[in-house]
Structure formats: structure tokens, C-alpha cells
């Protein structure tokens, strides 16, 4: 089975553009979970859908972040305008309801450049 | 609200010995998860090891087992014969059985070195 894809695996881009990060979970998984990680704060969550819908986006540092899952294989985070102090590696995780809803995969990340 | 944490920032074993990472955590709950996670340096993370918090025989994976002291709230994991694939970080992690939350807390990791 393949695991959790993200795309794009490195993004480089100049402050205030918009970037748009994706995955896409692991096929029959429930939660899909977006985590930003960085040297300073370590992982952190930002937003966790079940079923495609938002449940705890409280995580999300400001109003310039957005996530969307408009269906089951899909979701998006996006940063606009982006800012110097949003680049990390961001990671999507995806976990099932059955048998272990507790255990989260992680995908490779995408690492955030903003000069 | 629970902590997880990770004593050791850095530790280094010697290729085919065994080394043991610290993880305690703070929680007023008495069921939940535990996970190990590795972090190599393609930074993708994987699930190294899951301990139940309800079931007493600690969990094994093939060289990873962990030591998980409940009444201490301690999370040790154990690698026996190191090989050099197994330098990274690795992040241990807390999840709460409750329905209604679905959060992984982190600790701040502990970066493991092998030597040949």
C-alpha cells in the first residue's frame, strides 16, 4: 500500500506569495492531521479533519494558514501571503478508525523555504 | 494537560550495542497510547513502536522494545544490536484514549549517533 504522499517534497518561494501544500492520506483512513514542524517549537499540530471535516484547527498560528479536504484523498494547506518565519517541514498524517484509530503514518513532509 | 519529555538531547551507542532512550510523560488519565517515532535524516517520520497504556507485557518490534513503567510514567525504548541505519532522532509520543481528542503530544526528541 503506498503511505501518505505530500507534494511538493521542497518549495522555495519569495515572501508573500502564496504557497499551497497536498497530500493525499493513505487510502481508507478517517483523520488526516497537518503538523508543522521547526527547530525552535518542534512538531506541532496545526488541523485535523475526520470524514473531511475540520475538527481542531486551533493550531493554526493565524489567519494566513487555511486547510482544506474537499474529499477523502485530498487535502491542502495554504499559507498566503507566506512569511520568512513560516519556513519548516510540514508533514500530513493520516490514521484509520480500525483496528488502531490512535496510531498516525506520516508522510514525508514538504520542507517550506520563504526568503 | 499532558507533557511528554525527553532528557537526553543526544545520545551515541557503538554499532551491534545497545542503547536505551528516556521518555516520561505527565498525565492525569489512565488510558492512552504511547509511540516511539524515528526521524532520519530524510526527516520522514516512522512509526518505530506502540505501547497500549491498559496492557502490561511491553511492546516489542523485532531490536526495539520498550520498558513502560505506568505508576513512574516512564516510556524507555530500547535498541539491541545498533546497526548504523538507526541514527536519527527519535520523538517519542502521547495520545489521550478519549473520544473526543485525537492529538499526538511530542517530546522534543533525542538525536541518537551509532558508531562502526
Known amino acids: 500500500d503506498a503511505g501518505v504522499i505530500q507534494s511538493p517534497r521542497h518549495e522555495v518561494t519569495e515572501m508573500g506569495q502564496e504557497v499551497t501544500l497536498r497530500c493525499k492520506p493513505i487510502s481508507g483512513h478517517d483523520y488526516l492531521f497537518w503538523y508543522r514542524q521547526t527547530m525552535m517549537r518542534g512538531l506541532e499540530l496545526l488541523i485535523y479533519f475526520n470524514n473531511n471535516v475540520p475538527i481542531d484547527d486551533s493550531g493554526m498560528p493565524e489567519d494566513r494558514f487555511s486547510a482544506k479536504m474537499p474529499n477523502a484523498s485530498f487535502s491542502t494547506l495554504k499559507i498566503q501571503p507566506s512569511e520568512p518565519r513560516d519556513s519548516a517541514v510540514y508533514f500530513c498524517?493520516?490514521?484509520?478508525?480500525?483496528?488502531?484509530?490512535?496510531?498516525?503514518?506520516f508522510g514525508p513532509g514538504t520542507r517550506l523555504t520563504v526568503l | 494537560a499532558q507533557t511528554v519529555t525527553q532528557s537526553q538531547p543526544e545520545m551515541s551507542v557503538q554499532e551491534a550495542e545497545t542503547v536505551t532512550l528516556s521518555c516520561t510523560y505527565d498525565?492525569?488519565?489512565?488510558?492512552?497510547?504511547l509511540f516511539w517515532y524515528k526521524q532520519p535524516p530524510s526527516r520522514q517520520m516512522i512509526l518505530v513502536i506502540r505501547?497500549?497504556?491498559?496492557?502490561?507485557q511491553n511492546a516489542t518490534e523485532n531490536r526495539f522494545s520498550v520498558n513502560f513503567q505506568k505508576a513512574a510514567k516512564s516510556f524507555s525504548l530500547k535498541i539491541s544490536d545498533s546497526q548504523l541505519g538507526d541514527a536519527a532522532m527519535y520523538f517519542c509520543a502521547y495520545r489521550s484514549a478519549r473520544w473526543d481528542t485525537d492529538k499526538l503530544i511530542f517530546g522534543t526528541g533525542t538525536r541518537l549517533q551509532v558508531f562502526p
Open positions: 498524517a493520516s490514521s484509520p478508525l480500525a483496528p488502531e484509530p490512535d496510531t498516525q503514518y
Open positions: 505501547q497500549e497504556a491498559y496492557k502490561q
Open positions: 498525565t492525569s488519565e489512565s488510558d492512552y497510547y
